[in-house]
């Protein structure tokens, strides 16, 4: 059977999350191929094309969602960009890998996945944390009852991101507006491995806030406003009945990820660290008592930042070859799109936001 042909729109072969994370993630999936690229320049389409040993290289992106010999439209470009290319590849009949934050707003993630749902296509939004082998380990070893009953559950997770400076690409998330942030992303992929493993957030309080007002761009002396939080805090209510605690710290590359777990015969952690977010990196869960390991990688010998990707493409590819859907879709973007909303309005208002009707 031939491979699935994949159209990467935001392809760069000197920085970018598709050149350091998916290219050694699809080249560790047999049954994925790059066919196109697409970038803001012909230029740079033209350098990742060699990079990715891509058939095509456009400098439209919407051209790229419209070649009939792509299979899948991945959308790596950034996160105001998302809604145009996720439309059009749709409307093209693409299947579509798209990262997350799937949208600006709750508006626009429904909009894409109505669009989807529609036309019964397969879609996967890039939340490879919480799809990765020991977050889904974790959750099945909490759900045969390894540790009894979850009790309480404490995360930390740091990220780079959002400290005093910042390398210029990365000036846009300090803009609230364009959707994505220390929230958004370094919190919405922790939010999503934590829902994983208790179960959804019935109730939220919330505290998101500003410590530092602006930042420097690395090289130059320009400083950014910054007008989204670079520190968030959580306390949640599940429907497993267990309580949750979450801190993600902006700016830190010195503390590891914790996820410490308390049942009621137990405990389960959760470690791993990684400058970018926990979702980027290895991860490994410890029980006591002890519990069988996690199962290995699907994919070895590739980059850290490639790992938990890959295991995201290679279920994804499963999916499409058996009409099967066990990725998180776009209608998981919108459920945790919401919740973020909700963060949102209890930092805003002071108040715990039931979330009952998600």
Not at 187 to 215: K, P, Q, W, Y
Not at 271 to 296: D, W
């Amino acid at each position: 059977m031939a491979p699935l042909r994949i159209g990467f729109a935001g392809a760069n072969a000197e920085r970018g999350w598709a050149k350091d994370a998916h290219l050694g993630a699809i080249s560790a999936v047999p049954d994925l191929i790059v066919q196109a690229v697409s970038a803001r320049t012909q230029e740079i389409a033209d350098g990742a094309k060699a990079l990715f040993g891509a058939a095509s290289a456009y400098d439209d992106s919407l051209a790229l969602a419209r070649d009939t010999q792509v299979d899948i439209v991945a959308v790596t470009v950034k996160v105001p960009e998302h809604r145009a290319i996720v439309l059009a590849a749709i409307a093209a009949g693409k299947h579509v890998y798209c990262e997350w934050p799937l949208g600006r707003d709750l508006a626009e993630a429904q909009e894409m996945a109505d669009a989807a749902r529609a036309a019964g296509v397969h879609v996967c939004i890039g939340l490879q944390g919480g799809n990765s082998w020991a977050v889904r380990h974790a959750a099945q070893l909490v759900k045969g009852g390894a540790i009894g009953r979850p009790l309480s559950l404490r995360v930390v997770s740091p990220t780079g991101g959002w400290g005093a400076e910042s390398p210029p690409n990365y000036a846009y998330l300090q803009d609230k507006s364009n959707g994505a942030t220390l929230s958004t992303i370094a919190g919405g992929h922790t939010l999503s491995a934590i829902e994983a493993v208790i179960g959804a957030f019935t109730e939220v309080t919330a505290r998101a806030s500003i410590l530092l007002d602006s930042m420097i761009l690395m090289g130059s002396e320009e400083t950014v406003i910054r007008t989204c939080a670079d520190h968030l805090l959580t306390f949640g209510k599940h429907d497993s009945g267990c309580i949750s605690s979450l801190e993600v710290v902006g700016g830190v590359t010195d503390v590891p990820f914790q996820f410490e777990l308390r049942g009621s015969k137990g405990s389960l952690s959760i470690t791993g660290g990684h400058p970018g977010g926990y979702q980027a990196g290895t991860l490994t869960v410890t029980t006591n008592p002890p519990s069988p390991r996690q199962p290995e990688q699907v994919a070895t010998g590739i980059g850290t930042q490639s790992v938990n990707v890959a295991e995201l493409w290679a279920r994804f590819a499963s999916d499409i070859r058996s009409g099967t859907r066990t990725v998180p879709d776009f209608d998981r973007a919108v459920r945790l799109t919401r919740l973020l909303d909700a963060i949102d309005a209890s930092s805003e208002n002071g108040s715990t936001v039931s979330l009952g009707g998600q």
